[in-house]
């Protein structure tokens, strides 16, 4: 009876771990093409009202996906990514923040710096840039025109600061 | 016996997922999803590590699982060591979550291995052709690729090499999976008398597909891996062997384009100093590696966490090396590209030193003589050992054959054969 009871407990368990590190993800992956299809869909969208529809239910898809899929980076990106379409770039933010917690690329720096921008975040949009372009000096041409002079002086300031030591 | 469950039913189902992952996992892909390659195989590897650990606790709480009788063998020692260490070090890693997958990654390969290496000891020879199905349909399908013949996943874009990815997803690893079935298919040439002409038509089929696919760190694998064979096969003849290797070698960078073209890009750029252009600008991450050891020099930075560690390490070395003409100076690096480095960097000197344990370990049993008369299967692991540890740990200089679920699966299948069959483990089934 106890072996019993320990094999059907174990069955379940392996029946919940496979449903949720396996097939979860799966279905994340799956979802994930078809959310950044949806996204160059929403950008070439015609009238505001058919964007704004789109990028809103593609959201609230992101959003359920991530109730799934914690720890999956790119559903993050197109999490912020689908707010700022929709204009409401203060809420891309902690998305993006999220998105850091998991790695620490440039272009998550990058887009964090452009959603606090839009959102009048001037100060932790510049630090943000900042970073991002001291990994990659390219991405200065991807920084808001009226930010860039203050990006530089950052990476300026941060350069010389490196070089006294 | 070394480690078995008293359920023979059990046996039966535990050996149908080894083979089922070992089979699957280097052919599985995704047609709709955003990664179509590598992730489909982490799951399938995650399955089958599910699966396998959810019937060993039911054998556990059953009281049918037997206990290696010799606690002392390095096949359970070294395993049972490195998910200790990777325990240790993900607990003190700087970014615990990242580090708890990986973690699991390990424990689920460790016992992987554990499992296929008690099933593996008293089945027979042909079990090594569950390595070489995947490889030969990978290579099947790499040799349509690069001939312009056929390219599902890329359609208009064949004639770029990138695009040539098998059923692995990118060209380099699909040239490290390859690597390790083609040296075991080489030994099987020696190691057995039947089926001799199929297993040196499939040998010749599988280094083509490797020479088509021309990633470096594999073809030079492939040929420490080949002469190892031969040394072990005799030793007068590993002579003859070698300056055979170095006449083909010579005449392959001279006749085929693809490695001629690397050869004078190398040589211009070792004439420029430009020592990065030669690495195929992997300075940065291997540099990284380092300063992440000698910063955490007994832990690492935990299992998982180079990618998470890489951003401001490589900012600190563009700073530091700006003399240096550094290539890939924008990118991303989420693995080393060396995982003896990666190792070093993650875990520390330990577990680098459990890494070369591992290694020699496996290696070793092509040295041990045995007792009794062997049979095929002691030949294939006295013949397939020591050259797949050697190709192994050169492949490991230029690639990452661990953090790929297709390379890691069928490495770790045929070191676990090896393991199995080597004679210690042959005589105490015997007895």
């Known amino acids: ?165 | 016996m070394m480690f078995l469950s008293k359920s023979p039913s059990a046996n039966r189902w535990l050996w149908r997922i080894i083979v089922g992952g070992v089979v699957f996992i280097p052919v599985v892909f995704s047609w709709s999803g955003k990664d179509n390659f590598r992730l489909p195989k982490e799951l399938v590897f995650r399955a089958e590590a599910i699966l396998v650990f959810s019937i060993c606790t039911a054998l556990f709480f059953a009281n049918k699982l037997r206990r290696p009788s010799h606690w002392s063998d390095a096949s359970v020692i070294i395993p049972a060591g490195v998910v200790l260490w990777a325990f240790v070090c993900m607990l003190a890693a700087t970014n615990r979550a990242l580090s708890i997958a990986s973690f699991l990654w390990v424990s689920g390969w460790a016992l992987i291995f554990l499992v296929t290496s008690a099933l593996a000891q008293d089945r027979r020879l042909p079990i090594v052709y569950f390595a070489l199905v995947p490889a030969a349909v990978n290579a099947a399908f790499l040799l349509l690729q690069e001939a312009d013949l056929w390219n599902p996943f890329f359609p208009g874009k064949s004639l770029e090499h990138a695009y040539h990815t098998g059923l692995i997803g990118n060209p380099n690893d699909a040239g490290t999976f390859l690597a390790a079935p083609t040296v075991a298919c080489f030994a099987l040439v020696f190691a057995s008398s039947s089926h001799r002409l199929l297993h040196i038509a499939l040998t010749l089929f599988l280094v083509i597909a490797l020479v088509a696919n021309h990633t470096l760190s594999a073809l030079i694998a492939l040929g420490a891996g080949f002469l190892a064979t031969v040394f072990l096969v005799s030793r007068r003849k590993a002579v003859a062997a070698v300056i055979i290797a170095c006449i083909l070698a010579v005449g392959l960078v001279w006749f085929y384009p693809p490695l001629r073209f690397r050869y004078e890009l190398a040589t211009r750029f070792i004439s420029a100093r430009y020592y990065d252009g030669v690495l195929s600008g992997r300075i940065i991450p291997f540099v990284a590696a380092y300063h992440m050891f000698l910063d955490r020099p007994i832990l690492g930075v935990g299992p998982g966490c180079f990618k998470w560690e890489f951003f401001p390490y490589k900012v600190r070395i563009t700073d530091q090396y700006k003399k240096l003409a550094l290539a890939g100076t924008t990118v991303n690096y989420g693995e080393v590209h060396n995982d003896h480095l990666q190792v070093l960097a993650e875990t520390g000197l330990p577990g680098y030193a459990l890494f070369v344990a591992a290694l020699i370990a496996i290696g070793a049993a092509s040295f041990k003589k045995s007792s009794s008369g062997g049979g095929p299967e002691a030949e294939f692991s006295r013949l397939a050992s020591f050259p797949l540890a050697i190709a192994f740990a050169v492949i490991a200089l230029g690639q990452f054959p661990l953090e790929l679920a297709a390379s890691a699966a069928v490495n770790l299948y045929l070191f676990a054969l090896c393991s199995a069959w080597r004679p210690h483990a042959r005589a105490r089934i015997d007895d």
């Open chain 1, 1 to 165: 009876m106890t072996t019993g009871l320990a094999a059907a407990l174990v069955a379940l368990a392996a029946l919940y771990s496979l449903y949720r590190w396996c097939y979860l993800p799966w279905r994340c992956n799956a979802f994930e093409r078809t959310a950044e299809r949806t996204l160059l869909l929403t950008e070439n969208a015609e009238g505001p009202v058919r964007r704004a529809t789109i990028a809103r239910e593609n959201l609230e898809r992101t959003l359920q996906s991530i109730a799934h899929c914690p720890h999956d980076l790119d559903l993050y990106m197109i999490a912020g990514a689908s707010f700022r379409q929709l204009e409401r770039s203060s809420e891309a933010i902690p998305m993006y923040e999220a998105a850091l917690t998991l790695d620490r690329r440039p272009e998550i720096y990058l887009n964090l710096g452009q959603a606090e921008a839009e959102a009048n975040r001037i100060s932790d949009a510049v630090r943000h840039l900042a970073t991002a372009v001291i990994f990659d000096p390219s991405l200065i041409s991807e920084v808001p025109g009226q930010l860039q002079p203050s990006v530089r002086a950052f990476v300026q300031a941060r350069s010389s600061s490196r070089s006294s030591r």
